[in-house]
């Protein structure tokens, strides 16, 4: 004899996974910040390979280093928009959408909240950057920056190839220039994931139909029958 609703198995089993995903891309992606930081000046760079390099910059803007609004208002735009994609995400998770569905958007989540730290604690706990000293903790109010004001730490470069010169407009400039962070790929990944295998479930929003996978379940109950 079964124990308990099946489809509030299978949506504690997602709350779950999403909540072990968002985790641990906040641990790691703070963990490689944090020694990057703490290890590395300003502009310093080491090479892994001709085509990696860890390459420790700074950067007030959204992913990939881009700074188009203000500092503030992008700190709040982002805790309101991570405040929406949790709310969205615990409600595709009670309206039973595929786990791969769920598992792609706390990887949104989790990128987008692991950049927010960033802005929220870093300008508080530690010294600034700068290209002759590394940074260190310091003790709470006596950082570099205000709550909210801290700066996004990225690292990962990929300078893959550099154009002909003969080429117009790009000739001579890096094919992959962006420096970014554990936090951006994640988003990145996500979000690319989002467009080539759930188009669909995000043009319908929360009118996703779990009608189908209850009918599979019901299939497989006859099969076995």
């Known amino acids: 004899?079964?124990?308990?609703?099946?489809?509030?198995?299978?949506?504690?089993?997602?709350?779950?996974?999403?909540?072990?995903?968002?985790?641990?891309?906040?641990?790691?992606?703070?963990?490689?910040?944090?020694?990057?930081?703490?290890?590395?000046?300003?502009?310093?760079?080491?090479?892994?390979?001709?085509?990696?390099?860890?390459?420790?910059v700074e950067n007030n803007g959204m992913a990939f280093g881009m700074e188009i609004i203000g500092k503030l208002f992008l700190s709040l735009f982002r805790i309101v928009a991570i405040g929406f994609f949790i709310w969205y995400l615990i409600k595709i998770i009670n309206k039973g959408f595929p786990t791969g569905y769920i598992v792609t958007v706390a990887f949104v989540i989790a990128g987008a909240t692991g950049n927010l730290l960033d802005c929220m604690f870093y300008g508080l706990f530690f010294t600034e950057s700068t290209p002759l000293?590394?940074?260190?903790?310091?003790?709470?109010?006596?950082?570099?920056?205000?709550?909210?004001?801290?700066?996004?730490?990225?690292?990962?470069?990929?300078?893959?190839?550099?154009?002909?010169?003969?080429?117009?407009?790009?000739?001579?400039?890096?094919?992959?220039?962006?420096?970014?962070?554990?936090?951006?790929?994640?988003?990145?990944?996500?979000?690319?994931?989002?467009?080539?295998?759930y188009t669909k479930l995000v043009n319908m929003g929360l009118h996703y139909d779990d009608g189908s996978r209850n009918q599979e379940n019901s299939d497989d109950t006859d099969a076995k029958d």
């Open 133 to 197: 000293q590394e940074a260190a903790f310091t003790s709470l109010g006596s950082g570099y920056a205000p709550f909210l004001y801290g700066k996004v730490v990225d690292m990962f470069y990929f300078p893959l190839w550099t154009w002909p010169e003969w080429m117009p407009l790009v000739g001579g400039d890096i094919f992959f220039s962006p420096v970014f962070n554990f936090a951006d790929s994640c988003i990145t990944c996500g979000v690319i994931a989002l467009l080539l295998f």
């Open 1 to 56: 004899m079964e124990n308990g609703n099946p489809e509030s198995h299978d949506c504690s089993r997602q709350g779950r996974l999403a909540l072990i995903i968002i985790l641990s891309v906040l641990v790691i992606d703070q963990i490689i910040k944090i020694l990057v930081k703490t290890n590395m000046s300003l502009g310093e760079s080491i090479d892994i390979t001709s085509w990696f390099k860890i390459l420790f």
